[in-house]
């Protein structure tokens, strides 16, 4: 079965065409520049990659482009659209009624569409994205796969404010969680590692957004993020959790509207924020090598808040049988990784250091060291595969 998995953002539709029986990936690419001048990329294992400049003025233009590219004679894969039995949908927020991925048919799309106050950025671009791909393939059976279903059955504790309770029934203020998809990916890979189903897991997705997740049985019970992706660990360029009162603080002593304390929080805060230097980790570190003072301490309140997280969740699970690093800085720092797990031996964390430096990128590991009570493992993420694994199964 080929599966289609597309995620649309504002100005870009990214996707991956999957042979679900051959296990692999056809082809993956990205239509960037939507309604602006429009940039493809496509890349297919064994051909050389392809880039052009093509006008797309939005994203059917950007999706007929796609199908074009995956169907011509010289750089596509596949003889016809019609081979594409399903397209794997990417949302961010599927509020509280969409608790698992689902088919998407008029109820759902209505759901969808009434909840993008709660997901303003990319609500819509995802709503225009799933109706652009529903025209140009009427046949195909369309799934939205959404990031907060993974946290469908955290326990009310967990999800609800302690703020007046009437703005939960009401606005439906409450922690939704984010990422879980790709929490979903590795919790499952270190579950199956550890071959144990029931697993206590923490799961630490940190990249340009970062969320930590606790998973119990195969289910979310905790998770960093909250009403939307700003709570929890400082990030690229947003702060994670503050005192709540610094935002009034700010708009008192500034005179900022609620839009600019926005955009300070989530544009000019985090890694940059502290920095000044950039958002991207690698800059941070490479600037904290050569002495930058803030450089070092972005760094350490990153490391600082992770902890504090994981020893959270490690209290509220009654122990842990694994913690896991994924995406671009878990995958990749080997610093940072052994910063977080450094003294942390009175929660049976401790790592093989040699082997953290060592481990092979790209690749699942085991960094544990010899005897340590939790396991740590390195897991690449694999968001793309699990949508187009759930689709696959609501579509047999
Ligand atoms: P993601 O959002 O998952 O693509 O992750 C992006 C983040 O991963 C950026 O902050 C990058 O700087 C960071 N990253 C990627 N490679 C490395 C690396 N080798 N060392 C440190 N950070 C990295």
Redesign the pocket.
């Known amino acids: 079965m080929k599966i289609l998995v597309v995620n649309a953002g504002s100005s870009s539709l990214k996707y991956q065409l999957f042979d679900m029986d051959e296990q692999k990936v056809l082809a993956k690419g990205n239509c960037e520049r939507i309604g602006i001048d429009g940039l493809v990329t496509h890349k297919c294992p064994g051909k050389k990659d392809y880039q052009a400049s093509a006008a797309f003025p939005d994203h059917r233009a950007a999706i007929a482009a796609v199908l074009a590219l995956l169907t011509d004679k010289e750089l596509g894969v596949i003889g016809s659209v019609d081979e594409i039995a399903a397209v794997g949908h990417r949302f961010a927020h599927g509020g509280e009624k969409l608790r698992k991925s689902s088919v998407l048919g008029e109820e759902e799309m209505k759901y969808l569409e009434s909840i993008v106050g709660l997901n303003p950025l990319h609500g819509p671009p995802a709503i225009s994205g799933f109706k652009a791909c529903k025209e140009v393939m009427p046949k195909a059976n369309h799934v939205g796969v959404f990031d907060t279903s993974y946290y469908s059955d955290m326990k009310e504790e967990a999800y609800v404010y302690p703020i007046p309770y009437k703005l939960y029934e009401e606005y439906k203020i409450r922690r939704y969680g984010f990422h879980g998809t790709s929490h979903r990916y590795v919790a499952g890979k270190a579950a199956e590692l550890l071959g144990n189903p029931n697993a206590k897991i923490i799961t630490c ?5 970062s969320s930590i997740t606790a998973t119990v049985n195969g289910k979310a019970v905790d998770t960093s993020m909250g009403f939307t992706p700003q709570d929890g660990v400082p990030m ?1 360029t947003r702060s994670g959790a503050i005192d709540p009162t610094v935002v009034t603080y700010i708009q008192k002593v500034k005179g900022y509207t609620a839009e600019e304390v926005d955009t300070l929080l989530n544009k000019e805060s985090g ?1 940059y924020g502290v920095s000044g230097v950039s ?7 490479t600037a904290a090598e050569n002495g930058n003072a803030r450089a070092e301490l972005a760094l350490k309140i990153l490391v600082h808040n992770i902890k504090k997280i994981i020893g959270s969740y490690v209290a509220e699970m009654n122990g842990g049988d694994a913690l896991v690093f994924t ?8 610093q ?1 990784r052994e910063d977080v797990c450094k003294n942390m031996e009175f929660l049976g964390v401790e790592i093989d250091e040699a082997f953290n430096k060592s481990c092979p990128r790209g690749e699942i590991a085991d960094i544990s060291a010899k005897g340590a009570k939790v396991k740590t493992y390195v897991i690449p ?1 694999n968001e793309e595969y699990m949508i187009a694994l759930d689709t696959q199964n609501l579509t047999k």
């Open positions: 997705h940190l990249g340009n957004g690229g890694l958002s991207d980790c690698r800059d941070i570190c995406a671009g800085i878990g995958e990749n720092d080997r940072l993420t």
